[in-house]
């Protein structure tokens, strides 16, 4: 009879970017604002330092929400059912304007779910020094990878937007100029 130890990998979250405000850069000449190649590490060293393997696919045209369309929901949600055993959980990166309504979709689109899908996005472009978009997104993928005894412990679909964790489908955005753009009637964190 022989032992061994069974060493559970660290968990594994997929990146989604779809488009919005945290991955515009601007324009130093012009100060347009464009979307970039989300080089992520480059951005955001920190996430480095994350016991997570994390893997990345972006829209090939990312796209502000405000364009958002069903079509695109069951894009989104096709990506996650694919990928839904090759990973522990997924982050959604969305512009704010229509977070809550993609939210609110998916909850009902990916029945039985049991690993986190949590959508963020900011206020503020990532490059800009001042950025919301750092710690949403450095939070929502510590959320998605969150687990107790190798279990996830969010196991739905959530808003994740300076520092409160919403339920997908009770939230809505209620201000553009503030960093807390976000309310629901259920905060969960
Ligand atoms: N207009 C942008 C969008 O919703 C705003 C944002 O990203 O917060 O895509």
């Known amino acids: ?13 997929l990146l989604i970017y779809t488009g919005g405000t945290i991955g515009m850069m601007q324009d130093v000449r012009t100060g347009e604002l464009k979307p970039f190649n989300l080089k992520l590490t480059k951005q955001i060293p920190e996430l480095e330092k994350f016991d997570i393997e994390l893997s990345s696919i972006s829209f090939k045209h ?23 055993a090759k990973y522990d959980g997924f982050v959604i990166l969305h512009g704010s304007d229509t977070m809550s309504f993609t939210a609110s979709a998916l909850s009902f689109m ?7 899908v949590i959508l963020t996005g900011s206020q503020l472009p990532i490059g800009i020094i001042r950025t919301d978009g750092k710690e949403n997104l450095i939070t929502a993928i510590e959320i998605a990878a969150a687990q107790k005894n190798n279990k996830p412990i969010v196991t739905e679909v959530c808003i994740y937007f300076e520092y409160k964790l919403h339920r997908g489908n009770r939230t809505y955005k209620y201000n553009s100029a503030h960093f807390d753009a976000f309310k629901s009637l259920i905060i969960l964190h």
């Open 1 to 13: 009879m022989g032992f061994f130890l069974w060493q559970k990998s660290k968990p594994s979250i």
């Open 62 to 84: 990312p796209i502000d929400s405000s364009n958002m369309h069903p079509r695109v929901w069951v894009e989104l949600a096709t990506i996650i059912k694919d990928n839904y």
């Open 110 to 116: 990916l029945e039985n779910l049991s690993k986190p």
